[in-house]
């Protein structure tokens, strides 16, 4: 069975400046799927940015960047230019066979003004 | 654009009531989910299927059933609710490719007295 670890319960960050959020996972799994996902305090959950284990770049939306280090198993997220509205909890996921997601435990990040 | 609807919103039940849980999607989607939050963690998958007619357990199956009768619905079933089962309940839906992340519900929020 997969396995989500993310270290960090609680991260805070200053408008602007740059958080970074860890995320590790085991898996025996050759081929898979890392997403993470934002959960506002409106409690929808909205993906931020996937990352397929095959490609060796690592994935950017705007000011969302990942570190893949597939050996290592960790998958971290960056927030550049953090804005307010990046208040949530972040959850790291895992996809292999079957389409079934495996959450990490979360980590909550207030952005400050 | 309705994306995946999920009913009601928030119900609080007593101890032995049962109800069920209607989810709706409207992407065509082949593969549906239904997840549980509880404070402070991550999402654990209840039940999950694959197609019309077709259910899987998940990682926390116990006290659940589930139904996909329609392609685009799928029905979470508490038959006799226990105060354990107080939590946040997401439905998601995804296409079959694994590189297609999961399109989730705003949640409903269940209270079992």
């Known amino acids: 069975a997969q396995t989500v670890t993310q270290s960090q319960p609680e991260m805070s960050v200053q408008e602007a400046e740059t958080v970074t959020l860890s995320c590790t996972y085991d898996t025996s799994e050759n081929n898979y799927y890392l997403f993470w996902y934002k959960q506002p305090p409106s409690r929808q959950m909205i993906l931020v940015i996937r990352q397929e284990a095959y490609k060796q770049q690592n994935a950017t939306e705007n000011r969302f960047s990942v570190n893949f280090q597939k050996a290592a198993k960790s998958f971290s997220l960056k927030i550049s230019d953090s804005q307010l509205g990046d208040t949530a909890m972040y959850f790291c996921a895992f996809k292999a066979a079957g389409n079934k997601l495996t959450f990490g435990g979360g980590t909550r990040v207030l952005v400050k003004p | 654009n309705a994306g995946v609807t999920q009913t009601p919103k928030f119900r609080v039940l007593k101890t032995g009531q049962s109800m069920t849980l209607l989810c709706a999607q409207d992407m065509n989607h082949e593969y549906m989910y239904w997840y549980r939050q509880d404070p402070g963690m991550g999402l654990r998958l209840i039940h999950y299927s694959v197609g019309e007619g077709t259910t899987a357990k998940g990682e926390v199956p116990d006290g659940y059933n589930v139904s996909r009768l329609k392609k685009q619905n799928f029905l979470l079933g508490l038959e006799s609710a226990a105060p354990s089962q107080t939590s946040v309940y997401f439905c998601?839906?995804?296409?079959?490719?694994?590189?297609?992340?999961?399109?989730f519900g705003d949640g409903t929020r269940l209270s079992i007295l």
């Open positions: 998601a839906s995804s296409y079959w490719r694994g590189n297609q992340p999961q399109h």
